[in-house]
């Protein structure tokens, strides 16, 4: 009688820890679900070259082409200014296989940048400030190298960047989560790993979900996007961009370089650069002063 009472005791603790975890569950996607959704509605959409672009357009002023990272989408890409749409035009788009926007077959890096590129030209926006965060970084670079003469200036926000030098060897792996992982259940199973492993919040798990939404162009940057710097190196010579690049980055990133981050921006021409000692991948705790450095920045490229 004893056992089974130990056995019925241990089901019943079991089943009100599944409950709660349930509970959790469930409000953080809600949670993320409501905050997807305020997106959502101002999202719009055309059909390039490459299939469906959504984006996201809001502000007055010199425009900017904001291009997300990882787990991103025009709401994570409206985030990073959207705060600032009294003083800026914030035109935030959807990657290849993000929120709205279709994923080309055998889908590149420049396949990407053209893309933005057609954006801009049925928006009626000749040359716009781009900025950049995390794996967004790549497609930015090459935009600015490949479309000089569309690009004001170029801000990279604790952004990739290649190797100092040609690596031996091609990229190997998945350099992003694997598909198996890109579900809401997986992410919100994960959460608690975000502050050890990647000094983020666990609340930033609020801006990733709905997963479905996102799960094409998770893969594909894992695959493609963040294996360029290495398998096309010779793509991104940095050295030879011509037009005025701001970079921003943490010492204390733990997704991003800040080595390499250090190397390039000694090595881009006329590059301006500044280092916080803290803030993480997110620069948490450094807006007033990334703000004061984004107006200089526009002043003086405009």
Known sequence: MRKKRIRRMILIALGIAAAVLAVDFFTVRNQALKRFAVYQAKAKSITTSFGKISYIDEGEGEPFLVVHGITGGYDQGFDVMGGRTADYRVIAPSRFGYPGSDMPENATVDMQAEAFAELLDRLGVEKAFVAATSAGGTVAQRFALLHPERCKGLILYCSGYPAPEKPDKPASGMAGPPAIFCNDFAMWLISPLFKPLMGMDRDVITQIMPMAERKAGVVFDGDVVNQDHTDRYENYDLRRIQVPVLIIHAEDDKLASPEKA???????????????????????????????MLDEFVEKNK
């Open 262 to 292: 250090k190397f390039w921006s000694k090595e881009i021409p006329g590059c301006t650069a500044v280092f916080f000692s803290g803030g993480g991948h997110l620069m948490a705790g450094n807006s007033e002063e990334i703000n004061r």
